[in-house]
T-cell receptor, first 117, second 111 residues
Framework: GAVVSQHPSWVICKSGTSVKIECRSL??????MFWYRQFPKQSLMLMAT?????????EQGVEKDKFLINHASLTLSTLTVTSAHPEDSSFYIC?????????????FGAGTRLSVL | SQQGEEDPQALSIQEGENATMNCSYKTSINNLQWYRQNSGRGLVHLILIRSNEREKHSGRLRVTLDTSKKSSSLLITASRAADTASYFC???????????FGSGTRLLVRP
């Protein structure tokens, strides 16, 4: 149980286009979803915290107009990278905390590798 | 921002040996967790230790926590080639459930 699906796993796009990444909790309702960014051989940096039905809370230094987060239901959150540029190329990972289970543990998606040409 | 550092940054051992990774953090915590990440994949939760606990075991994993030194260690006993991965500690400091990750240790277990 506690499976998080992230789609797509890999996307290549042209500079200036927007890319949407989906994060779904498949077998549980997610109270909160988190979005992280990870550069090669580095740690995960929290970008934003997303609660269902409310606006996302962004970490300091993360542009909310650049990284649009929507958490429309208890099982789906989306991250849209708007007007992507090569410096946005990275590995993006989502996670979710279940409503019913231990909230301290996060369940992670497999990640999305974004390459902006 | 990262909560703390892990050492070593990289560790290479022979199959069957034990692997020890250390994590230091900066602020008071609610709990500390260890996660594993296979290359290019998401993270998998390994173990959680609360701030009032000192040691916890799960299979071949042993985690210690020293809140006075703001440090934790993860011991993997009798390592296997399949244990090859990056290991991250992460702290939760308040009720927001946000995880703040350490810098990670890349473990290579040679068959």
């Amino acid at each position: 149980g506690a499976v998080v699906s992230q789609h797509p796993s890999w996307v290549i796009c042209k500079s200036g286009t927007s890319v949407k990444i989906e994060c779904r909790s498949l077998d549980f309702q997610a109270t909160t979803m988190f979005w992280y960014r990870q550069f090669p051989k580095q740690s995960l940096m929290l970008m934003a915290t997303s609660n269902e039905g409310s606006k996302a809370t962004y970490e300091q230094g993360v542009e909310k107009d650049k990284f649009l987060i929507n958490h429309a239901s208890l099982t789906l959150s989306t991250l849209t990278v708007t007007s992507a540029h090569p410096e946005d190329s990275s590995f993006y990972i989502c996670s979710a905390t279940p409503r019913q289970l231990a909230k301290n543990i996060q369940y992670f998606g497999a990640g999305t590798r974004l390459s902006v040409l | 921002s990262q909560q703390g550092e892990e050492d070593p940054q990289a560790l290479s051992i022979q199959e069957g040996e034990n692997a020890t990774m250390n994590c230091s953090y900066k602020t008071s915590i609610n709990n500390l967790q260890w996660y594993r990440q296979n290359s290019g994949r998401g993270l998998v939760h390994l173990i959680l230790i609360r701030s009032n606990e000192r040691e916890k075991h799960s299979g071949r994993l042993r985690v210690t926590l020293d809140t006075s030194k703001k440090s934790s260690s993860l011991l993997i006993t009798a390592s296997r080639a399949a244990d090859t991965a990056s290991y991250f500690c992460a702290t939760v400091t308040d009720s927001s459930y946000k995880l703040i990750f350490g810098s990670g240790t890349r473990l290579l277990v040679r068959p």
